[in-house]
C-alpha cells in the first residue's frame, strides 16, 4: 500500500513535541483492566485464530449469565466503549484496587461515558438494563458491575496471568533494547508496523480519524497482550492525566500452554551452559549475544534456548530481524529453587 493510498485511511495522529520526547514512558506491565476490556471483546472477534483460538476454545464455554451480557451491552466489539472502565495505564495495582478506581468514577463521568456509548453508531447490542442505573451512579449497580469484571478477570484472564505477565515482560525487553540502541527516537520506531513514527507525529491505522496533541504531558504507551490489530486510546482523558496509547504485543503461538514446564523435559537442562543462559536471559538477550557471551556457535545457542523454551522456561519473541529471549516466571521459579551451581 502506497502512502497515498494509506492517507486515504482513517489514522490516528499523536503529535510530539519536545518536551514529551523526554516524557514517553512504557507501562510497568500489564494492566487489568486494559487485558479485561480486550480480553472480553476478542472472545468475540473471529481474527488472530493462532495466537487466540486455543484460548477461546477454553474460555467461550464459561460465559453466560446476567454478569457477561452487562459486559457484553458496554463492551461493543467496536467503535466507542466507556473510558471509565480503563481509568490508568498499569502501574503494578492489585486488581482490587484498580476496580476500586473504577467503581469509584464521577457520576459526571458515568453520564458522559455512557450517554457516549448510547449515541455510538457502532453499537449492535443494546444498551445493559443497568445502563440508566449506573449513569446515575446507583451504589447497587456499580457492585453489579463490579462483580461482572472481576468475574470475567477470575475465568478468561488469571489461569493465563503467567503467561501474559512473560509475554508482555518480552515486550518491554525488546522496547528496552530499542532505547539502549536509538533512544526515544528508536522507541518509537520499534512499534512498527503498528505505529509509524515520523517525527514529531506517531501515527496509526484507526476507525475513525483522531488527533492527539500531547502539548507537553508526554505519553504512557501500555504493553497489552489481548490488544489485537491497532492501538487503543481513551476518548476523552481527563485533562491532568498523561494520556495513554494502548498497542498489541506479538505472541508465541502456542501461549496457552506454554507456562507449564514439562518434567521430561527438565532433565535436559541439566549442564553448565543451560543454566547459565537461563540465568543471563533475566534481562533479555538476543541469540547472537548469547552466542558470543558463552562462547558458541549461532546454532548450539539456538539449540540450548529451544531445550528451555519447550520446557517452559523461557519466551522466544521476534523483533525486527532479532529473536529476544527472556525468562518466564516458570524459569524465575527454577532458579530461586536451585540449591546451587549445575554441573
Given amino acids: 500500500m502506497t502512502d497515498h493510498h494509506r492517507s486515504e485511511l482513517p489514522m490516528l495522529r499523536v503529535h510530539f513535541t519536545p518536551d514529551d520526547i523526554a516524557r514517553v514512558r512504557v507501562a510497568a506491565g500489564p494492566d487489568h483492566l486494559w487485558e479485561i476490556v480486550n480480553s472480553f471483546q476478542a472472545l468475540f472477534e473471529g481474527g488472530d485464530a493462532l495466537s487466540f483460538g486455543p484460548w477461546r476454545q477454553l474460555v467461550r464455554p464459561r460465559l ?86 472481576h468475574g470475567h478477570h477470575r475465568r478468561a484472564i488469571a489461569p493465563f496471568w503467567p503467561q501474559i505477565r512473560a509475554q508482555v515482560d518480552a515486550d518491554r525487553a525488546a522496547r528496552a533494547r530499542a532505547v539502549l540502541a536509538g533512544g526515544t527516537d528508536g522507541l518509537l520506531a520499534s512499534f512498527g508496523p503498528v505505529l509509524r513514527w515520523r517525527p514529531p507525529v506517531l501515527e496509526a491505522d484507526y476507525p475513525v480519524d483522531r488527533e492527539v496533541r500531547l502539548q507537553g504531558r508526554g505519553v504512557v504507551l501500555q504493553p497489552s497482550f489481548f490488544c489485537t490489530r491497532r492501538p487503543i486510546t481513551l476518548a476523552f482523558p481527563a485533562p491532568d492525566w498523561t494520556p495513554v496509547l494502548v498497542y498489541p504485543i506479538e505472541h508465541t503461538p502456542d501461549w496457552v500452554r506454554g507456562g507449564s514446564p514439562h518434567g521430561t523435559e527438565l532433565g535436559a537442562l541439566l549442564g553448565r551452559t543451560r543454566a547459565a543462559i537461563l540465568e543471563d536471559v533475566v534481562t533479555g538477550r538476543t541469540t547472537g549475544e548469547l552466542a558470543a557471551r558463552f562462547g558458541i556457535s549461532g546454532a548450539a545457542a539456538s539449540q540450548h534456548t529451544a531445550v528451555l523454551r519447550r520446557a517452559g522456561l523461557l519466551l522466544s519473541v521476534r523483533h525486527s530481524k532479532y529473536v529476544v529471549h527472556t525468562i518466564t516466571p516458570a524459569g524465575i521459579a527454577l532458579l530461586e529453587a536451585r540449591p546451587g551451581p549445575s554441573v
Fill in 64 to 149: 453466560g449469565g446476567p454478569a457477561d451480557r452487562l459486559l457484553a451491552g458496554l463492551l461493543p466489539g467496536r467503535g466507542y466503549f466507556p473510558d471509565f472502565l480503563t481509568p490508568t495505564p498499569g502501574n503494578g495495582r492489585e486488581l482490587a484496587a484498580a476496580l476500586d478506581t473504577v467503581l469509584g468514577t464521577s457520576h459526571t463521568a458515568l453520564r458522559r461515558d455512557l450517554a457516549l456509548l448510547a449515541a455510538s453508531p457502532h453499537r449492535r447490542r443494546p444498551l445493559p438494563d443497568l445502563a440508566r442505573s449506573l449513569a446515575d451512579g446507583e451504589p447497587e449497580a456499580l457492585r453489579r458491575l463490579g462483580t461482572a469484571l
